[in-house]
Nanobody, 126 residues
């Protein structure tokens, strides 16, 4: 019912930039007019817990992990149900699998449901 199409990962050198995109789609949004409450990006390094990188609500409120503040920018196009993550000044410590996450249907269901993307690999070489 919900699909998340992630793109933009890849290999970049230390100090480089990448832009991730994640588009949410599905009949649940078209037929029931269920709204997205928030979208965000998480990342996970193998063997470590996943961490929240950045989130943005439907109203435009953003949050960032301290480790990416000032380097990453999250934005969204609500009409397209799409979230973007502009990552600048990347370092090897940013190497991880990045997952798109969506919260939706809070007003419809009473509390929001969530869905995860399959992940996209970001590798920063030194």
């Amino acid at each position: 019912q919900v699909q998340l199409a992630e793109s933009g990962g890849g290999l970049v050198q230390d100090g480089g930039s990448l832009r991730l995109s994640c588009a949410a789609s599905g009949s649940i949004f078209r037929v029931n007019e269920i709204k997205i409450d928030a979208m965000g990006w998480y990342r996970q390094v193998q063997g470590k817990q996943h961490e929240s990188v950045a989130t943005i609500t439907s109203g435009g409120t953003t949050t960032y992990a301290d480790s990416v503040e000032g380097r990453f920018t999250i934005s969204s196009d609500n009409a397209k149900n799409t979230v973007y993550l502009q990552m600048n000044n990347l370092t090897p410590e940013d190497t991880a699998v990045y997952y798109c996450h969506v919260l939706y249907g809070g007003s419809w269901y009473g509390h929001p449901r969530d869905y995860w993307g399959q992940g996209t690999q970001v590798t920063v070489s030194s």
